[in-house]
């Protein structure tokens, strides 16, 4: 995939951040280091790279054209992440960076949207890659203007690793510039955010989506729609809907929870069974991971989160037509009466503790027969 063509057609539809990015780069007030906050999926990481390329463009400020097929040779390096300015960083597990750190760097040449190269192992931001960082900020750029170090997930940085990181925003050499990219800020040192400029991101609207999945994965444009509607302003989710493991997994969530709204704790007790049971069970039914019943259990947040959306009619024809498909006219009247909010922290909570290697379908049964009521 171009990286950066896939970053032009994200640009115009972040409404608030872009134009902020391309007035800093403009200006020539780039701050020494920012952080890119916003959802999953808003296009964070497209557009640190397309603001690293913008730094280093040779084409930029000179008049000439750099864009769609005519590259720079700068850009030409940058679209397939080959510049050696620009350096991207990715969470790896513990003490493995020597190896993984290029590992993942090849598959996002080859995939820039794959995840989960390292199974469902704890990855961290640890204080190597941030020395690692700092070796490569005290040189000066090989052949463009800026060096740029994009820290993806910089959420996942350890507690020792923030506090080396610190010491790099507060004395960045005016060559470089630092980006930081998370979804959850608030898990950052203060002092940390304190030294960097903010760009929110917000969620993508649907058509963003649907015309990124037409354009670079030649879905046709009535499916484009329908995935779009599903992923919820992450074009992420709506990559992975593309997926046969993913589509059926989403499909299973909905099932799950048009049983809870439905009240059908009986019926919930065996879908638990089915999609977390025991060895034997699960070898019967559908054989899902630890991460990916973690992956069922957000599905069915995003989808409480549509019926909220719905409840609210906020909803745009394309989401309603998925809300109708899993619930059914019955379920979707039973759902205006829910609690939903509180539905979806009981989920989420249930999220981390599977996440945190608790019995999963134990943790299933018991969430899913409380969000049916059955203990009311
Ligand atoms: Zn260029």
């Not at 020597?98 to 931001?125: C, Q, T, Y």
């Not at 589509?247 to 799950?256: F, H, I, M, N, S």
Request: glycine residues 8%; aromatic residues 6%.
């Amino acid at each position: 995939m171009d990286i950066l063509a896939a970053a032009d057609a994200i640009a115009g539809a972040q409404g608030r951040a872009w134009p902020l990015i391309e007035g800093l780069a403009e200006s020539g007030k780039m701050p020494p280091s920012l952080i890119f906050a916003g959802p999953e999926g808003s296009g964070k990481e497209l557009l640190a790279v397309k603001l690293a390329a913008r730094l280093n463009c040779e084409a930029a400020g000179s008049g000439a054209a750099c864009g769609g097929a005519s590259r720079c040779p700068a850009c030409a390096k940058a679209r397939s992440l080959e510049h050696p300015d620009i350096h991207i960083i990715y969470a790896v597990p513990h003490g493995e960076m020597e190896k993984a750190l290029p590992e993942v760097l090849e598959s996002r040449r080859e995939d820039f949207f794959v995840s989960g190269e390292f199974g469902g192992r704890a990855r961290s931001i640890g204080i190597d890659l941030v020395r690692h960082v700092g070796d490569v900020l005290s040189k000066l750029p090989f052949e463009g203007r800026r060096t740029v170090v994009a820290l993806f997930e910089a959420h996942l940085a350890t507690a020792e690793a923030q506090n080396a990181l610190l010491k790099l925003l507060e004395e960045p050499p005016a060559s470089a510039a630092i980006i930081l990219v998370t979804e959850f800020p608030d898990r950052l040192l203060p002092t940390v955010l304190s030294r960097c400029y903010e760009v929110r991101f917000d969620p993508l609207p649907a058509a963003a989506i649907a015309g990124f999945l037409e354009e670079f994965y030649s879905v046709d444009s009535s499916e484009a729609r329908r995935l779009a509607a599903l992923a919820q302003g992450n074009l992420r989710r709506g990559i992975k809907l593309l997926e046969e493991r993913f589509l059926r997994l989403w499909k299973d969530a909905g099932e799950a929870a048009r049983l809870v709204v439905e009240g059908k704790a009986k019926e919930l007790l065996a879908e638990a069974e089915g999609l977390a049971g025991s060895r034997d069970a699960r070898e019967r039914a559908r054989n899902y991971s630890r991460e990916e019943v973690a992956e069922l259990l957000e599905e069915m947040v995003a989808l409480f989160g549509l019926l909220i959306r719905n409840r609210d009619a906020r909803l745009a024809d394309a989401e309603r037509e998925v809300l109708e498909e899993t619930f059914g006219a019955k379920g979707l009247s039973a759902a205006l009466a829910r609690n939903l909010p509180a539905d979806m922290r009981k989920i989420s909570s249930s999220i981390e503790s599977i996440r945190r290697n608790a019995d999963m379908e134990l943790t299933l049964s018991q969430l899913f027969l409380d969000l049916a009521g059955a203990w009311r």
